[in-house]
């Protein structure tokens, strides 16, 4: 069993900075990889960005050069870096473990929202 607790969401004006943290709990060994996505209204929940343990990343178009994912030790605390926010980026963040077999199925955060102004 993992737990994840988000934390970090907020309103910002375009052109500004939030950093999101999740932080794993329960079977963290048996983690693969971590990652970030979202879910704006009306739309599908989408990836935004991938780290394995290894620390080989992955980055959706849309936010390529403008987040980036991380880990801290000794937590393995996963965080979200995102700068240059713009209105597009509105959503609630949930991250998720990836590639895990050992864990059964993937575990999800309980979701933090980061909103967007112009």
């Known amino acids: 069993q993992v737990q994840l607790v988000e934390s970090g969401g907020g309103l910002v004006q375009a052109g500004g900075s939030l950093r999101l943290s999740c932080t794993p709990s329960g079977k963290i060994s048996s983690i693969n990889a971590m990652g970030w996505y979202r879910q704006a209204p009306g739309k599908q929940r989408e990836v935004v960005a991938t780290?394995?343990?290894?620390?080989?990343?992955t980055y959706a178009d849309s936010v390529k050069g403008r987040f980036t994912i991380s880990r801290e030790n000794p937590t393995n605390t996963v965080t979200l870096q995102m700068n240059n926010l713009k209105p597009e980026d509105t959503a609630v963040y949930y991250c998720?473990?990836?590639?895990?077999?050992?864990?059964?199925?993937?575990?999800w955060g309980q979701g933090t929202q980061v909103t967007v102004s112009s």
């Open positions: 998720k473990t990836e590639g895990s077999p050992l864990l059964g199925h993937p575990y």
């Open positions: 780290r394995t343990s290894g620390g080989t990343t």
